[in-house]
């Protein structure tokens, strides 16, 4: 095995003749310390021209980053499908000495920052709670065994109310904390061991709720692992680094593999969460739009940074690859001024870019798998006819709130101004009256509701005199849409011409079968019919 040489590996095999040193030094490290006994010739599973790429993508970028003291980056692309792991660049120039350029970054412990917080949200979607739930960005002080702690956001903030979906997609530290104390960090920790942090060897206790900030150290090929079960639906199983082994006379090695899949995720939550990290929307308020994470194609990404800048990251995938970065220092020197997103973030978006190319990506989510609902943004639930434009958020099937948003109210000083005098407020949990207070924002305190009419209930589709025509190209499972306006706990019912009336929930839509012919449907609300409309499908 002495004699083993980058030369022997497959990745020379596609590489033009170089006077420079071989790529892939870290890695062909890493291959001889998996080989069976006894091997002298590998075959490994790098792409030698991404490899090569990915080198120069780090060096030209740490070029750009000098002046902020990035000395140093690593990068893992993974083939989602079959673990193999396509590139490994372990530091900037494995020469460079003073660099500590022999270290492998791939490999090394480091604190992850908010890298780890999509497989808390995760698991937190598997147990109950939906994109749209809130979750309380303001001061909050957590006593722990070692005395309080105050966790604070990157841009030394507080949001107030924030969606989960907002939460997650900018990395508010907060709201990070609290579906942490939620959860527990024993279960935390479960789910990340199982995602395949083995590094994560201390107790729950010992990590505390900090284990979603990343208080716990992991590898970046752990990191990178991790993102591609979530690619995978909530699956683990481990890299692949060689395809095959020979001994000095050629006769072919059997390589030992573990690839029994574990499954740390179910595949519903994690659909969601992907949805949520592909949201460019979403993370503009702290990011922007035209960040390094916005690429051509849809990407699965997070980005993180340890406290006081020491370490840099970026994760995230595609159908197909896996993409992750770190940036820093091997001595742990910070950095200056950077992000998750302008450090690693940068030679992520070029890796990625480089791993997809010639490929055509696959859908990252399926939206059918999804309802969609409108919320309210401020409280979660469903928007109501004072809540502005509300968002349409997708849910699980059958996860979707019932309750119609209380926090945008009519107030007056008195149950009989309410006629004459009644303004718009709100009417919040006390914990967040010091954020919106410090907002501007109109508060109900002190005031008198003023409760108005329920608002009609309607069909909002089909319409009265609807034409309907199947679309012959499509072969089967054609509908007409139905959906009825309605709010609160109503019981709403649809028949369609003589059938039996058949109940709706919210968010009060549902298909019907496109049968040629003239039809009518009529609405129910708590047992009377209040309107018919009449259709045809041609
Ligand atoms: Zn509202």
Known sequence: LATARAEQLD???????????????HFVQRAKSRAPAGAALLETTIDGRLQQEVERIVDDELGALEQRRVGQAAVVVLDNASGNVLAWVGSRDWSDDKGLGKNDGVTALRQPGSALKPFVYGLALSRGLTAATVLADVETTLATDTGSYAPRNYDERVHGPVRLRAALQNSYNIPAVHVAELLGPARILATLRAAGFSSLRESAEHYGVGIVLGDGDVTLLELANGYRGLANGGVSTPVVELRSARDAAGVPLSVPRDDVPRRF???????????????????????????ALDLPFPVAAKTGTSRAYVDNWTAGFTRERTVAVWAGNFDGTPMKNVSGITGAGRIFRRAMLAAMRDMKPGPLVDPRRFETAPVCPLTGVLAGPRCGHGIAERFLPGTAPRAVCEGHARVATSAEACAARASPALDLAPRYRSWARGEGLALADGQVRCHEAPRAVRLLSPVDGDEFAADPTVPSGQGIPVRVDASGERDVRVALDDAPPRALSPPYATWLDADPGAHQLTLFVDGRAVQTVRYRVD
């Open 265 to 291: 995720l179910p595949d519903d939550a994690v659909a969601l969460l992907t949805d949520v990290l592909v949201d460019d929307l979403a993370r503009a308020p702290a990011f922007g739009l035209d960040n």
């Open 11 to 25: 990745l020379a095999a596609a590489q033009e003749p170089s006077t420079g040193p071989p790529p892939a030094l």
